[in-house]
């Protein structure tokens, strides 16, 4: 048996490793994990999150994108000099999660929004777009059933705090 | 201008930091930065920090910080034995493997009690008890994984041999321990990592470097402890927020 990956595009890191693998042409078996069907929490469970959640939740997501424009970025190409890392990886796949709950977040940034570009023709667009698909669709998922909700609830009570 | 470290022996990143520099003999000028007298956000730490954090490396115009990179830069600058940060792939990938794993179920969790116990109520912040149950909690299911997961009947946390992963393992340990959690009583085969641990790093060296951190509390009883300034109150009460 050679490589296997197990990954669910869903998740951040898996999209990193999808990624890289594929853009080096790495072998590999995929071995696809689904963990949750969908991390869109509010519409998921029909029900709404707190204001004061939501709002502390993207005031913290901007204050991050600011550090990562000022302290990683700067005026380089890339997060950690002219070429691509896998810190760019790693960066742009966690960045592509809110942006599939709606949050526009590139749109007010050019700065990111041109090192984004850059990643994306870095790894080839066409491959970007695939491994992003599943959770760019995440939005478009029905709400959970009932069983699904219940078992979910307990989570969601620590995420939200 | 040799090595230079910052660092602040109440942080758990700090002292990994300080006992592997100590440990292999590597040369530094050492900088302490006092988190509790908010040292961290001072005008002239921003130059070497923007982010507010310590450990801080600066070799000659370079810094780094990020205490991972930092050990990894000195083991490999300063070319430590190959135990530390194995040259093996795959031993090398455990070591990464853990800590991985540490930055996302240790880092964060088993720091929070510095900041129930003594940081809140000097500077007079509340926590409700349910976030302290909480803690408790998730470092019990974190501890659960640590032994089963990455010890098992190894003797140390990637292999028969200590690595980068032990030290950081054990500064974060140390920090609820210092704070009044012995995680290591009933948990046999976790203490027993500790003793071989601490055994091969050294009694002496472990003693000097968890010295501040074990009498935070007694001296937080004695209120001899310094009073953060009202400037650092904001960021300590940001991080006390944050706490789920």
Known sequence: ?161 | MGLELYLDLLSQPSRAVYIFAKKNGIPFELRTVEVLKGQHLSKEFFQVNSLHRVPVLKDGDFILTESVAILIYLSIKYQTADYWYPPDLQARARVHEYLGWHADCIRGTFGVSLWTRVVAPLIGAQVPEEKVKRNRAIMDQALQQLEDKFLGDRAFLTGQQLTLADLMALEELMQPVALGYDLFEGRPRLAAWRGRVEAFLGAELCQEAHSPILSILEQAAKKTLPVPPPEAYPNMLLRIAKIP
Not at chain 1, 21 to 44: D, H, Q, S, W, Y
Request: proline share 7%; charged share 25%; aromatic share 6%.
């Open chain 1, 1 to 161: 048996m050679g490589l296997e990956l197990y990954l669910d595009l869903m998740s951040q890191p898996c999209r990193a490793v999808y990624i890289f693998a594929k853009t080096n042409g790495i072998p590999f078996e995929l071995r696809t994990v689904e963990l949750l069907k969908g991390m869109m929490f509010p519409v998921f469970l029909g029900e709404p999150v707190p204001p004061e959640t939501l709002a502390a939740t993207l005031a913290e997501l901007d204050r991050c994108l600011q550090l990562l424009e000022d302290k990683f970025l700067r005026n380089q190409a890339f997060l950690t000099g002219s070429h691509i890392s896998v810190a760019d990886l790693v960066a742009i796949t966690e960045l592509m999660h809110p942006v599939s709950a709606g949050c526009q977040i590139f749109e007010s940034r050019p700065k990111l929004a041109a090192w984004r570009q850059r990643v994306e023709a870095a790894v080839g667009k066409d491959l970007f777009q695939e491994a992003h698909a599943v959770v760019l669709k995440a939005k478009d998922l029905p709400p959970a059933d009932h069983a699904m909700r219940e078992k979910m609830r307990p989570l969601m009570q620590v995420l939200l705090k």
